[in-house]
């Protein structure tokens, strides 16, 4: 036997084997065609998004922080009689409340909800949420139904539920009436920041 051909037969033996001998679990749509040098990297063993055992579970009988405990009446009239603001008004809540607004509402609803958002008029013009219709809502403790409006939305404004966490709609409805402040500010307001 020469040379030349001894070589032939083990480089042939050497390369039909390589697929069983690295790995007999890669299937054969991959391996045909390839000689796979380090299969581990090209079969992670990371877990996909959503696979399954890929997922964690909360802890058993734990609620998560920005969970609702209740659910949302379906009209506007039962959580205007139904539903409070269950949030402090702190400075980082209103602080967050207007990330929010300016993520999701300013495009349409303008800087102070004055219904002039950059989209207007290309796409139909709202009304003001410095209205008295809205003051009054908050007058009468009826933050839930623009807390009702985020949630299932009203007429052709949509519902932005899946967008924004119930606790971040409660900060939007809390920074709203930071708004009508901020728009008609009260004579101790302005006296606050008098001289400064
Ligand atoms: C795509 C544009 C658009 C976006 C974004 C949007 N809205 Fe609206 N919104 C409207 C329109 C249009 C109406 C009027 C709906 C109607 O005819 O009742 C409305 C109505 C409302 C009303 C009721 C006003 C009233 O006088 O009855 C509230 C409160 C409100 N929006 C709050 C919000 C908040 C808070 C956000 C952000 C989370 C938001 N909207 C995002 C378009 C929008």
Same mark, same amino acid.
């Given at each position: 036997?020469?040379?030349?051909?001894?070589?032939?037969?083990?480089?042939?033996?050497?390369?039909?084997? +390589?697929?069983?001998?690295?790995?007999?679990?890669?299937?054969?749509?991959?391996?045909?065609? &390839?000689?796979?040098?380090?299969?581990?990297?090209?079969?992670?063993?990371?877990?996909?998004?959503?696979?399954?055992?890929?997922?964690?579970?909360?802890?058993?009988?734990?609620?998560?922080?920005?969970?609702?405990?209740?659910?949302?009446?379906?009209?506007?009239? !039962?959580?205007?009689?139904?539903?409070?603001?269950?949030?402090?008004?702190?400075?980082?809540?209103?602080?967050?409340?207007?990330?929010?607004?300016?993520? @999701?509402?300013?495009? +349409?609803?303008?800087? @102070?909800?004055?219904? &002039?958002?950059? /989209?207007?008029?290309?796409?139909?013009?709202?009304?003001?949420?410095?209205?008295?219709?809205?003051?009054? @809502?908050?007058?009468?403790?009826?933050?839930?139904? /623009?807390?009702?409006?985020?949630?299932?939305?009203?007429?052709?404004?949509?519902?932005?539920?899946?967008?924004?966490?119930?606790?971040?709609?409660?900060?939007?409805?809390? @920074?709203?009436?930071?708004?009508?402040?901020?728009? &008609?500010?009260?004579? !101790?307001?302005?006296?606050?920041?008098?001289?400064?």
């Amino acid at each position: 036997m020469n040379h030349k051909l001894a070589t032939l037969i083990v480089g042939a033996v050497f390369i039909s084997g +390589c697929r069983f001998y690295l790995d007999p679990g890669i299937s054969m749509k991959h391996s045909e065609n &390839n000689f796979i040098y380090m299969p581990d990297m090209v079969y992670s063993q990371a877990i996909k998004a959503q696979e399954e055992g890929g997922m964690r579970y909360p802890v058993k009988g734990t609620i998560p922080r920005e969970k609702l405990l209740y659910s949302i009446p379906e009209t506007q009239d !039962e959580a205007a009689k139904t539903l409070k603001n269950p949030l402090k008004k702190t400075f980082a809540n209103l602080k967050r409340g207007q990330e929010v607004f300016n993520i @999701y509402c300013i495009a +349409c609803h303008g800087s @102070y909800g004055e219904g &002039n958002g950059g /989209v207007v008029p290309k796409y139909p013009q709202p009304p003001s949420l410095q209205s008295d219709k809205i003051k009054g @809502y908050f007058a009468k403790g009826e933050e839930g139904r /623009v807390f009702h409006i985020i949630s299932k939305g009203q007429n052709i404004m949509p519902s932005y539920a899946t967008q924004i966490e119930p606790m971040d709609r409660w900060k939007v409805v809390m @920074y709203l009436q930071a708004l009508h402040r901020a728009k &008609n500010p009260t004579a !101790e307001d302005i006296k606050a920041y008098e001289g400064n």
